[in-house]
């Protein structure tokens, strides 16, 4: 028998533990209409919120909160969450909490303003797309190209969302802009600050 054997077996129990303990916690979560996103955004992940979502929709045309506390991550994959939230017919409030940097952010302006809330300490950061590109010259020029037309794209959505001229969000969005919960209120990214779940409309 392997030496490490016992070690993987103890692995695979705490996951299943884990799994089996995150069964109740879904089953309220769902019951209570509430989704939450935390920590990067992925693929996988943009896959489980929207299938929630689709779910919720499905269900019901009750209103659906959303709580977000992310870094940001893969900005098509906050595309899909984006879209998705659009597209279904129950009203959709979104909580702010922590940090909503990034694509985060682009996830957290799916709704319109007065949807949108956030608590006294979070933070909130909005930037230009970063990427790497690699390869063969005319491949690298074809990225960054397409990393411009993604700046481009965002800055419009944004300037949407917040009432500031597209000029502003360019400049602002030219290295990290940092907003705390009040500067996001004057900024028109944040309709609401809360501190009890009640306060939601």
Same mark, same amino acid.
């Given at each position: ?40 955004? &992925? ?8 299938? =929630? ?11 659906? &909160? ?52 956030? /608590?006294?300490? /979070? ?21 960054? =190209?397409?990393?411009? *037309? ?5 800055? *419009?959505?944004?300037?949407?969302? /917040? ?9 602002? /969005? ?17 309709? *609401? ?9």
């Amino acid at each position: 028998m392997p030496l490490f054997s016992r070690f993987d077996d103890d692995d695979e129990d705490e996951e299943k533990l884990k799994s089996q303990q995150s069964i109740p916690v879904d089953k309220h979560l769902f019951e209570a209409r509430q989704v939450m996103i935390v920590g990067g955004i &992925t693929q996988d992940l943009a896959r489980d919120v929207c299938q =929630r979502l689709l779910a919720l929709a499905h269900v019901s045309s009750d209103p659906i &909160t959303v709580i977000v506390s992310s870094p940001g991550g893969h900005v098509e994959s906050g595309d899909m969450i984006h879209d998705t939230i659009g597209m279904i017919e129950p009203k959709v409030n979104i909580l702010g909490m922590g940090w909503v940097a990034s694509a985060g952010a682009l996830i957290y302006i799916s709704v319109p303003k007065e949807q949108r809330y956030c /608590t006294p300490n /979070t933070r909130f950061l909005l930037h230009q797309p970063s990427g790497g590109a690699g390869g063969v010259a005319s491949d690298i020029e074809i990225q960054a =190209r397409e990393i411009i *037309k993604m700046r481009e794209r965002l800055d *419009k959505l944004f300037a949407a969302a /917040t009432g500031q001229p597209i000029e502003r969000i360019q400049k602002d /969005t030219d290295r990290d802009h940092w907003m705390g919960a009040e500067e996001a209120v004057n900024y028109g990214l944040v309709g *609401k600050i809360v501190s009890r779940t009640n306060e939601l409309s």
